[in-house]
Antibody
Framework: QVQLQESGPGLVKPSQTLSLTCTVS??????????WNWFRQHPGKGLEWIGY???????YYNPSLKSPVIISLDASKNQFSLKVTSVTAADTAVYYC???????????WGQGTLVTVSS | EIVLTQSPGTLSLSPGERATLSCRAS???????LAWYQQKPGQAPRLLIY???NRATGIPDRFSGSGSGTHFTLTISRLEPEDFAVYYC?????????FGQGTKLEIK
Protein backbone atom coordinates (compact mmCIF):
# COMPACT_ATOMS: atom_id res chain seq x y z
CA GLN A 1 0.00 0.00 0.00
CA VAL A 2 1.33 3.40 -1.01
CA GLN A 3 2.09 5.79 1.84
CA LEU A 4 2.87 9.49 1.54
CA GLN A 5 4.56 11.89 3.96
CA GLU A 6 4.89 15.64 3.52
CA SER A 7 7.87 17.54 4.91
CA GLY A 8 9.12 21.11 4.85
CA PRO A 9 9.31 24.31 6.89
CA GLY A 10 6.22 25.26 8.84
CA LEU A 11 6.94 28.99 8.63
CA VAL A 12 7.81 30.98 5.51
CA LYS A 13 8.31 34.74 5.23
CA PRO A 14 6.24 36.76 2.76
CA SER A 15 7.74 37.06 -0.75
CA GLN A 16 9.91 33.97 -0.17
CA THR A 17 9.51 30.52 -1.72
CA LEU A 18 7.53 27.77 -0.01
CA SER A 19 9.13 24.37 -0.64
CA LEU A 20 7.55 21.06 0.36
CA THR A 21 8.52 17.47 -0.34
CA CYS A 22 6.34 14.37 -0.42
CA THR A 23 8.17 11.10 0.27
CA VAL A 24 6.57 7.99 -1.19
CA SER A 25 6.87 4.55 0.38
CA UNK A 26 5.30 1.23 -0.55
CA UNK A 27 5.69 1.91 -4.25
CA UNK A 28 7.94 3.46 -6.87
CA UNK A 29 7.21 7.01 -7.96
CA UNK A 30 8.38 6.15 -11.45
CA UNK A 31 6.17 3.07 -11.82
CA UNK A 32 3.57 3.40 -14.49
CA UNK A 33 0.30 5.21 -14.32
CA UNK A 34 0.37 7.20 -11.11
CA UNK A 35 -0.54 10.87 -10.79
CA TRP A 36 1.29 12.67 -7.97
CA ASN A 37 -0.76 15.59 -6.66
CA TRP A 38 -0.62 18.54 -4.29
CA PHE A 39 -3.59 20.10 -2.53
CA ARG A 40 -4.06 22.76 0.09
CA GLN A 41 -6.71 23.65 2.59
CA HIS A 42 -6.90 27.15 4.00
CA PRO A 43 -7.77 27.31 7.71
CA GLY A 44 -11.39 26.31 8.22
CA LYS A 45 -12.01 26.12 4.48
CA GLY A 46 -12.46 23.52 1.75
CA LEU A 47 -9.96 21.70 -0.42
CA GLU A 48 -8.11 23.23 -3.35
CA TRP A 49 -6.26 21.15 -5.95
CA ILE A 50 -2.89 22.70 -6.82
CA GLY A 51 -1.63 20.41 -9.56
CA TYR A 52 -0.07 17.09 -10.44
CA UNK A 53 2.98 15.54 -11.99
CA UNK A 54 2.51 12.35 -13.94
CA UNK A 55 5.11 9.61 -13.59
CA UNK A 56 6.46 10.64 -17.02
CA UNK A 57 7.20 14.13 -15.70
CA UNK A 58 4.28 15.88 -17.38
CA UNK A 59 2.74 18.51 -15.12
CA TYR A 60 -0.64 20.17 -14.97
CA TYR A 61 -1.65 22.99 -12.67
CA ASN A 62 -4.92 24.44 -11.47
CA PRO A 63 -5.62 27.27 -13.93
CA SER A 64 -7.52 29.14 -11.20
CA LEU A 65 -4.52 29.36 -8.88
CA LYS A 66 -3.21 32.88 -8.31
CA SER A 67 0.07 31.70 -6.83
CA PRO A 68 2.90 30.64 -9.19
CA VAL A 69 3.74 26.99 -8.50
CA ILE A 70 6.12 24.30 -9.73
CA ILE A 71 5.80 20.56 -9.11
CA SER A 72 8.80 18.34 -9.75
CA LEU A 73 9.73 14.71 -9.27
CA ASP A 74 12.95 13.06 -8.01
CA ALA A 75 12.80 9.37 -8.84
CA SER A 76 16.16 8.66 -7.20
CA LYS A 77 14.73 9.72 -3.82
CA ASN A 78 11.19 8.49 -4.51
CA GLN A 79 9.92 12.01 -3.82
CA PHE A 80 8.00 14.76 -5.50
CA SER A 81 8.03 18.41 -4.54
CA LEU A 82 6.04 21.62 -4.58
CA LYS A 83 7.39 25.13 -4.83
CA VAL A 84 5.21 28.20 -4.42
CA THR A 85 7.07 31.40 -5.19
CA SER A 86 6.50 34.91 -3.84
CA VAL A 87 4.17 33.72 -1.11
CA THR A 88 1.71 35.93 0.72
CA ALA A 89 -0.47 35.38 3.77
CA ALA A 90 -3.06 33.91 1.40
CA ASP A 91 -0.77 30.90 0.93
CA THR A 92 -1.10 29.95 4.61
CA ALA A 93 -2.73 26.52 4.55
CA VAL A 94 -2.40 22.83 5.29
CA TYR A 95 -0.72 21.27 2.28
CA TYR A 96 -1.43 17.67 1.31
CA CYS A 97 0.17 15.36 -1.19
CA UNK A 98 -1.94 12.60 -2.70
CA UNK A 99 -1.76 10.02 -5.43
CA UNK A 100 -4.01 7.97 -7.62
CA UNK A 101 -3.78 5.62 -10.53
CA UNK A 102 -7.08 6.95 -11.78
CA UNK A 103 -7.08 10.51 -13.12
CA UNK A 104 -10.52 11.10 -11.60
CA UNK A 105 -10.18 10.77 -7.82
CA UNK A 106 -7.59 10.48 -5.04
CA UNK A 107 -7.22 7.42 -2.87
CA UNK A 108 -3.89 7.82 -1.07
CA TRP A 109 -3.15 10.94 0.96
CA GLY A 110 -0.38 12.21 3.18
CA GLN A 111 -1.27 13.45 6.66
CA GLY A 112 -0.82 17.08 5.67
CA THR A 113 1.55 19.79 6.86
CA LEU A 114 0.65 23.30 8.03
CA VAL A 115 2.57 26.12 6.40
CA THR A 116 2.19 29.61 7.81
CA VAL A 117 3.31 32.66 5.86
CA SER A 118 4.31 35.37 8.29
CA SER A 119 7.18 37.73 8.95
CA GLU B 1 -14.77 25.60 -14.45
CA ILE B 2 -17.50 23.44 -12.95
CA VAL B 3 -18.65 24.73 -9.56
CA LEU B 4 -19.96 22.21 -7.03
CA THR B 5 -22.49 23.39 -4.43
CA GLN B 6 -23.17 21.17 -1.44
CA SER B 7 -26.22 21.29 0.76
CA PRO B 8 -27.00 21.59 3.52
CA GLY B 9 -24.00 23.40 4.95
CA THR B 10 -24.56 21.69 8.30
CA LEU B 11 -26.67 18.63 9.02
CA SER B 12 -27.58 17.80 12.62
CA LEU B 13 -28.66 14.20 13.15
CA SER B 14 -28.53 11.49 15.80
CA PRO B 15 -26.72 8.14 15.61
CA GLY B 16 -28.91 5.57 13.91
CA GLU B 17 -30.58 8.13 11.65
CA ARG B 18 -30.25 8.37 7.88
CA ALA B 19 -28.17 11.16 6.34
CA THR B 20 -28.67 12.52 2.84
CA LEU B 21 -26.08 14.95 1.49
CA SER B 22 -26.48 16.77 -1.82
CA CYS B 23 -23.93 17.96 -4.38
CA ARG B 24 -25.04 20.02 -7.36
CA ALA B 25 -22.81 20.85 -10.32
CA SER B 26 -23.03 24.10 -12.28
CA UNK B 27 -23.04 22.07 -15.48
CA UNK B 28 -23.47 18.43 -16.35
CA UNK B 29 -20.57 16.21 -15.35
CA UNK B 30 -19.92 12.57 -16.04
CA UNK B 31 -20.83 10.21 -13.21
CA UNK B 32 -17.44 8.59 -13.70
CA UNK B 33 -15.82 11.79 -12.54
CA LEU B 34 -17.70 12.39 -9.27
CA ALA B 35 -16.23 11.35 -5.91
CA TRP B 36 -17.03 11.84 -2.21
CA TYR B 37 -14.61 12.22 0.70
CA GLN B 38 -14.89 12.26 4.46
CA GLN B 39 -12.62 14.49 6.53
CA LYS B 40 -12.27 14.47 10.30
CA PRO B 41 -10.53 17.28 12.24
CA GLY B 42 -6.76 17.17 11.88
CA GLN B 43 -6.91 14.37 9.30
CA ALA B 44 -6.52 14.08 5.55
CA PRO B 45 -9.58 13.46 3.40
CA ARG B 46 -10.58 9.83 2.97
CA LEU B 47 -12.03 8.59 -0.30
CA LEU B 48 -15.50 7.12 0.24
CA ILE B 49 -17.14 6.94 -3.18
CA TYR B 50 -15.80 7.17 -6.73
CA UNK B 51 -17.61 7.11 -10.05
CA UNK B 52 -20.64 8.52 -8.21
CA UNK B 53 -21.71 5.15 -6.77
CA ASN B 54 -18.70 2.87 -6.21
CA ARG B 55 -17.49 2.39 -2.67
CA ALA B 56 -13.75 2.69 -2.15
CA THR B 57 -11.81 -0.15 -0.56
CA GLY B 58 -12.78 -0.74 3.06
CA ILE B 59 -15.76 1.63 3.09
CA PRO B 60 -18.77 0.20 4.96
CA ASP B 61 -21.89 -0.52 2.94
CA ARG B 62 -23.93 1.99 4.95
CA PHE B 63 -22.32 4.58 2.64
CA SER B 64 -23.84 4.82 -0.83
CA GLY B 65 -23.69 7.30 -3.67
CA SER B 66 -26.07 8.04 -6.50
CA GLY B 67 -26.93 10.62 -9.10
CA SER B 68 -26.06 11.80 -12.55
CA GLY B 69 -25.77 14.94 -14.65
CA THR B 70 -25.83 17.86 -12.23
CA HIS B 71 -27.20 16.29 -9.04
CA PHE B 72 -25.42 13.75 -6.88
CA THR B 73 -26.23 12.35 -3.44
CA LEU B 74 -24.29 10.67 -0.66
CA THR B 75 -26.44 8.62 1.70
CA ILE B 76 -25.40 7.17 5.04
CA SER B 77 -28.09 4.67 5.91
CA ARG B 78 -27.61 4.42 9.68
CA LEU B 79 -25.23 6.88 11.28
CA GLU B 80 -22.48 5.55 13.50
CA PRO B 81 -20.68 7.84 15.99
CA GLU B 82 -17.55 7.81 13.80
CA ASP B 83 -19.48 9.16 10.79
CA PHE B 84 -19.77 12.68 12.18
CA ALA B 85 -17.33 14.66 10.06
CA VAL B 86 -17.17 16.98 7.05
CA TYR B 87 -18.02 15.53 3.65
CA TYR B 88 -16.82 16.87 0.31
CA CYS B 89 -17.82 16.06 -3.24
CA UNK B 90 -15.19 16.40 -5.99
CA UNK B 91 -15.35 16.37 -9.75
CA UNK B 92 -12.89 16.10 -12.61
CA UNK B 93 -13.23 18.10 -15.80
CA UNK B 94 -10.70 18.93 -18.52
CA UNK B 95 -7.67 17.89 -16.45
CA UNK B 96 -8.79 20.01 -13.51
CA UNK B 97 -10.45 19.15 -10.22
CA UNK B 98 -12.85 21.08 -8.02
CA PHE B 99 -14.42 20.39 -4.66
CA GLY B 100 -17.66 21.43 -3.08
CA GLN B 101 -17.49 23.64 0.01
CA GLY B 102 -18.38 20.72 2.28
CA THR B 103 -21.26 19.55 4.46
CA LYS B 104 -20.61 19.29 8.18
CA LEU B 105 -22.44 16.34 9.72
CA GLU B 106 -22.80 16.99 13.43
CA ILE B 107 -24.36 15.12 16.32
CA LYS B 108 -27.76 16.43 17.29
Amino acid sequence: QVQLQESGPGLVKPSQTLSLTCTVSGGSISSGGYYWNWFRQHPGKGLEWIGYIYYTGITYYNPSLKSPVIISLDASKNQFSLKVTSVTAADTAVYYCATTISPHYFDYWGQGTLVTVSS
Amino acid sequence: EIVLTQSPGTLSLSPGERATLSCRASQSTSSSYLAWYQQKPGQAPRLLIYGASNRATGIPDRFSGSGSGTHFTLTISRLEPEDFAVYYCQQYDSSSYTFGQGTKLEIK
